[in-house]
């Protein structure tokens, strides 16, 4: 059974950071892409970060220079550095296996000055 936990969110200013964790059991991340989806207040997810099996990474919109995702295959985690953040990046954070339907709880993160 495929578990997905993410950690990490909280409340930091503007201009503040956070580092986002998500850990995955059941399954290798090995042979997965992994994306990191924002779902902002009342809005649908939206993928706003993805690393391939090869570390390759791409980023949506105002994400890009700004976050870096990154992975540990030993570790089986993912994880998301958030760097000059605005109000904008308010919202619950998941990761997700592109290949995999399965969802974690998420991780709050609330931008406020």
């Known amino acids: 059974q495929v578990q997905i936990v993410e950690s990490g969110g909280g409340l930091v200013q503007p201009g503040g950071s956070l580092r986002l964790s998500c850990v995955v059991s059941?399954?290798?991340?090995?042979?997965?892409?992994i994306q990191w989806y924002h779902q902002r207040p009342g809005k649908g997810r939206d993928w706003v970060a993805i690393i391939g099996t090869d570390g390759g990474t791409r980023y949506l919109g105002s994400a890009n220079g700004r976050f870096t995702i990154s992975r540990d295959n030993a570790k089986n985690t993912v994880t998301l550095q958030m760097d000059n953040m605005e109000i904008d990046d308010t919202g619950i954070y998941y990761c997700k296996m592109r290949s995999v339907e399965a969802w974690g709880q998420g991780t709050q993160v609330i931008v406020s000055p």
């Open positions: 059941g399954v290798s991340i090995s042979t997965h892409a």
